[in-house]
């Protein structure tokens, strides 16, 4: 028989479902507007339209129901946009390969109870999640590092903006992340002792414990952690921008290209034509040039495509139970 | 030749607690050993310490003939069991068994041939592709037995192997374990605190409290002729009734009542006249024709034995197993003796048996 509702219980629900679709909508809603300001047309966004909830229909429509698909032409056919998108793509792969492969390392050892000063290490790795350094502190850190790499190199230290690439910079030097470390190394900790020693009698070595063992039953836990590190190198821009600066523009990821573009061609939202009718796109676009913020809009949609196709395909690993049935619980 | 010797060995941990002291034994080829004992008496310590997992505080481990006193687990040639089954959740359980030989880089043809042996043995041939969560836990446990089969070690080492199986399986388990040491006549060292396990698989039993042990024989020694109160205490269930009293003109004197004692008793005890001893006898060796009163409490009738609680004087707790069904009831008085060869006497300041 089913139970009858408690007014009060009635007013909870109403009231969570209430905030749940007020968050729903706050977050679906950027997505919306994205796309749909990406494929507005020209010149549609620039009368004072702020919420776009499908393609604006302006003068240069291709697709013949309002919508146009020239951002993307642009976008694609942009040099520099392809540059920005294939460091990005270097930074993130790159990045969460090192990043793993040294968070693993130091997760294991650090979940080892054997290990010297394990309380010690484990403080040291907490202490940086409580106090940051601050900006310069980490600026300085990371300007030192490529120092370090022209130092290697064999080249000039103090020209090591010039000398290394950028990319390998941010690649390594900004892999660390104590709480991934602290996921990962819960996670190895969780990981039954009797295992461990099964497979050191089976005559595993520590390397081969780590691999064959520990590393295939945290596959969920790691492919969370791979998932943190890919999105904050693919959408990390702060220490690229700082870090890099306007020396290296060959080696921007494309958030950092994006921001330069908001910067150079829009007035943060609401374009005039005035603002780019000065450069050079007036030979591409037509002498009324073209409308930037589907420009930005397209980027930025092109920069979420990849987060979004890949997230399913992690998504299995995070059922549970990949290590279930291998110990009596 | 003695297979595995272990000499004088002691465990400290680093807080400085001792877990066991002077374990002293040499084990036969093909024998059977079983460490038994309550919780924390060094037994699981002990194997552990044989299989590499602990280090050897001070003594020595030889194994065939070479001293693996500090050698790492992997070179000791030994498998083991462990209660928990310990296996590879996201192997299979053919991987699972072929995992030791794998790393080994042992030919792929000669890992396949082991593995099906050792399923043939264990009866996991159909389960081979199968991964530990979809078995059974007598079959996991059967999986990481497999597992330490086919690497035909010197040594197996089964660590409470048995204790997360329901009680059924536990005797099904137990007898294929004995078919299973017959068949590869392996040399087994196997921890456990059920001492029915003890006394049907062992050839001998180490009985071991508080880190020391306490016995080693086989398992009829250790039921018929226990060398101290905890062993006559510990094996054997119900556990053995104990007396305390004295020897006093050929009788002896407990404190709810007195019992004479034969002439060979006599001779044996001929020192401790006057003396505090323990007296020790089994529930299944009192009788029903001697002069002792005693007022039943209840009774467990177990179809082919009844098991009767009562009290002597009305104090002291014993129990009584007799050969078939009774139905005494509360308060029943009736009167009980000792089969007189089945006494055991202790000295009570020692606790050990009076040979």
Known sequence: MKRRMEISELIFKIVAYFFLLIFAVLCVYPFLYAIGASLSSDGALTGGNSIVLIPMVGEGDTLGFGASLK?????????????????????????????????????????????????????????????????????????STGRVFAAIAGMDPDQWLTSIDGKWLIVIAMGMNATNIILLRNTFEGVPAEIEEAARIDGATEMQVLTKV?????KATIATVALFFGISRWNGYFWAMKVLG?????????????????ETYTTIIKPTVEEYDAND????????????????????????????????FIQKYFAKGVNMGGVKE | MPEVNLRHIDKIYDGGVQAVYDFDMDI???????LVGPSGCGKSTTLRMVAGLED??????VIDGKDCTRMPPKDRDIAMVFQNYALYGHMTIYENMAFSLTLRKENKEVIHRKVMAAAEILDLKTQLNKKPRQLSGGQRQRVAMGRAIVRN??????????????????????????LLHKKLNATIMYVTHDQTEALTLADRIVCMSMGHVQQIGKPIELYENPANTFVATF??????????????????????????LTAEQKQLLKDYEGREVILGVRPENVTRDGSIPFRVDNNENLGMNTLVHGKVNGKKTVVCKFAEWCHYKYGDEISIGFEPDRMHFFDKETTKAIR
């Open chain 1, 246 to 262: 306007t020396s290296q523009e060959y080696s921007w990821p494309v958030q950092v290209y994006l921001r330069d573009f908001l």
């Open chain 2, 56 to 61: 050897i505080t001070k003594g020595q481990l």
């Open chain 1, 71 to 143: 951002a993307y032409e642009w976008a694609f056919t942009n040099t520099e946009f392809w540059v920005a998108y294939s460091n990005t793509l270097f930074m993130t792969f790159f990045g969460t390969i090192w990043s793993l492969f040294y968070s693993i390392l130091g997760a294991y050892a650090l979940s080892k109870k054997r290990i010297m000063g394990r309380r010690g290490w484990n403080f040291f790795l907490v202490f940086t999640m409580w106090f940051s350094a601050g900006v310069i502190a980490t600026y300085n850190n990371y300007t």
């Open chain 1, 281 to 312: 796109w007036e030979a591409i676009y037509g002498s009324k040039g073209f409308d930037a913020t589907p420009c930005a809009y397209a980027i930025v949609v092109c920069s979420v495509i990849p987060i979004l196709v890949i997230y399913p």
């Open chain 2, 153 to 178: 070690p010197k040594l197996f080492l089964f660590d409470e192997p048995l204790s997360n199986l329901d009680a059924q399986l536990r005797g099904s388990m137990r007898r294929e374990l004995m």
């Open chain 2, 28 to 34: 036969h080829d093909g024998e059977f050993i079983v």
């Open chain 1, 214 to 218: 520990y590393i295939p039953m945290s």
């Open chain 2, 235 to 260: 094996i054997g269930l119900p556990p053995m009734n104990m007396f305390e009293g004295s020897i006093s003109g050929g009788k002896f004197v407990g404190e709810d009542f007195e019992y004479p």
